[in-house]
């Protein structure tokens, strides 16, 4: 599909401010946001008391900020991918467990990378297709037009596909029995009846299953994928091995096992870097007994 003119003409002048300039301007623009939105201020606060009881106000608040900051920069960086090739891919990130995913994709089953607003994973995303082959990547489209169809035009590249989550099952099990791959972030709360209740930071978060059913549908392998910034301002993509599957014949429950699985992953990696986390979502806001009640109904 051609994408406007207008989404090519503010890619050229936002990739064209000097990135320095552009992290500089959203970072403080991302101070001023965190003192100004009190109601996202107090999720992130909220959510990080609950998950971490054992640190302090003052370490819970430089989290928060920090949060906030880690995606200012990745938005500052988001127009340059356009400029990212294989020639110069090396100066802004490096991939450690290449090798895990070149042998998953010549199993010939589909790959499904699984991930979380963390870091920076477009430049993840990017530098994957740029060293291998495009992949696809699963969304929620945004309410805003002119993002969502900026976010998929640079996405789109490097020969990165978006696909919108809204009844995509059909299609994501096609692309993955092609020998596609995949990769949705998965750390996001959704709805009692589009997932199954996890323990994630000991509190019952509803997480998608969707990551499960397709794994266990297609026997696609499931690898977790997370792009970190490191002290330098690199970047470093970290994709682990091949997940063992639980697979009993109890599908429901098998479902819910594999879920928790993945789910204990990024709560490890958030746990080391709780500043590259995306706290202020409400990761909590479905809870069980809302879903007991409908099912009561």
């Not at 990745?74 to 110069?88: I, W, Y």
Request: hydrophobic share 40%.
């Amino acid at each position: 599909m051609k994408s406007p003119i207008k989404i090519k003409l503010a890619v050229f002048v936002f990739s064209s401010i000097p990135v320095a300039v552009r992290r500089g301007v959203l970072l403080i623009l991302s101070d001023f946001i965190y003192y100004l939105s009190l109601k996202h201020r107090l999720i992130a606060i909220h959510n990080l008391t609950r998950s971490f009881p054992e640190k302090t106000l003052e370490d819970i608040l430089k989290i928060a900020k920090a949060s906030y900051r880690s995606f200012a920069i990745m938005v500052a960086e988001f127009p340059g991918l356009s400029g990212l090739s294989k020639d110069n891919i090396h100066r802004w990130i490096e991939v450690k467990g290449l090798k895990n995913y070149i042998e998953a994709c010549r199993e010939n089953k589909g790959v499904l990378l699984f991930s979380a607003h963390f870091g920076n994973w477009e430049i993840g995303n990017t530098a994957l297709a740029l060293l291998t082959k495009p992949l696809i990547f699963m969304m929620r489209r945004l309410d805003n037009l002119f993002l969502d169809e900026l976010t998929t035009y640079l996405r789109g590249r490097c020969g990165n596909l978006s696909l919108h989550k809204q009844k995509a099952m059909r299609q994501s099990l096609r692309l993955l029995e092609s020998g596609e791959t995949i990769n949705i972030l998965i750390d996001q709360n959704v709805s009692g009846n589009e997932g199954v209740f996890v323990d994630f930071f000991g509190r019952p978060a509803c997480a998608t299953s969707g990551l499960a059913r397709m794994g266990q549908h297609t026997g696609a392998a499931i690898m977790p994928a997370f792009t970190r910034r490191l002290p330098n301002g690199k970047y470093l993509l970290e994709i682990g091995p091949k997940m063992e599957i639980i697979n009993t014949g109890n599908l429901d429950e098998d479902v819910l096992l594999n879920t928790q699985k993945f789910n204990k992953v990024i709560e490890e990696y958030v746990r080391k870097y709780p500043e590259q986390w995306l706290w202020l979502h409400q990761r909590w806001k479905t809870k069980p007994w809302q879903v007991k009640s409908r099912n009561k109904k």
